[in-house]
C-alpha cells in the first residue's frame, strides 16, 4: 500500500491508496485536487512531489510546497 501524505493550507494529513501502477507526479496532483473538494485544479501545480520508501516497504508520497531554501 502506498500512503500520500499532502500539506495544504498549514494543515497536513495522510491518505492510504490503493494502486497497482506507478502514479506520476501529474496523478498525485490530480489526487489531491479531488480530494480536496475546494481545491482548484491548478492548486498544486508549483508544489514538490517526494517519494520515500518506509523501513517496513510501504511507498510513501508527500505532496508539499516548495520551501525557499530548497526544491
Do not use: C, W
Amino acid at each position: 500500500m502506498t500512503t500520500l501524505n499532502i500539506t495544504y493550507n498549514g494543515l497536513s494529513t495522510d491518505v492510504p491508496l490503493e494502486r497497482e501502477t506507478l502514479l506520476t507526479d501529474a496523478d498525485v496532483r490530480r489526487i489531491a485536487v479531488e480530494l480536496l473538494a475546494p481545491a482548484q485544479a491548478d492548486s498544486f501545480q508549483h508544489y514538490v512531489v517526494d517519494r520515500f520508501r518506509a523501513p517496513g516497504g510501504e511507498e510513501r508520497i508527500y505532496l508539499r510546497p516548495k520551501v525557499p531554501f530548497g526544491a
